[in-house]
């Protein structure tokens, strides 16, 4: 069955405040995460799960893989960590447009900081040749004029796509 994603992403108005959606959200997670159904997969049982899912995913068993993670967000829907390996394994499988939304939602829960689900958007976009809406997700990493030491790499492949994109336009 084939996703009626748009075929661009929305630009974000100024009248949007991602951190006041940010915290909506989040208010909605501490709500769910209050039901009995929330707490029959505690948090050491979902670190197993997850763990189960990413060997998995690095022995090459995406489809495995994506069911596990698959499984795992039944219950933590919210989980930023689980959402981009859910979205990486999707990526990896060359679901793109899939993946898209899934990290956008791990932009959204996890940490705003975090340039990762917005390279790996990037990606995406110029894996579907949408090579300008591409360009418009790395040019906020690729400004950034300090980025944590962790996510190095990130600006790397945030460089090498800008290359490559320039270099095919």
């Known amino acids: 069955m084939k996703s009626s994603a748009p075929s661009q992403l929305p630009d974000i108005n100024s009248e949007f405040d991602m951190v006041l959606f940010r915290e909506v959200i989040r208010d909605l997670h501490t709500t769910f995460s209050q039901y009995e159904f929330h707490k029959r997969l505690s948090d050491e049982q979902a670190e197993v799960v997850y763990f189960v899912g990413h060997t998995l995913f690095t022995q090459g068993k995406f489809e495995k893989a994506l069911n596990v993670f698959k499984l795992i967000l039944l219950y933590r829907p919210f989980d930023p960590r689980n959402l981009e390996a859910y ?28 340039p990762s689900p917005s390279i790996h958007i990037a990606e995406c976009l110029a894996a579907l040749g949408r090579s300008d809406e591409s360009e418009k997700m790395l040019r906020p990493i690729l400004d950034l004029t300090e980025l944590n030491s962790a996510y190095a790499g990130v600006r790397a492949r945030a460089e090498n796509l800008l290359s490559v994109l320039k270099a095919s336009a």
């Open 87 to 114: 979205a990486t394994t999707l990526k990896r499988l060359g679901r793109f447009e899939e993946a898209i939304p899934v990290y956008v939602s791990a932009l959204i829960f996890g940490e705003l900081s975090s």
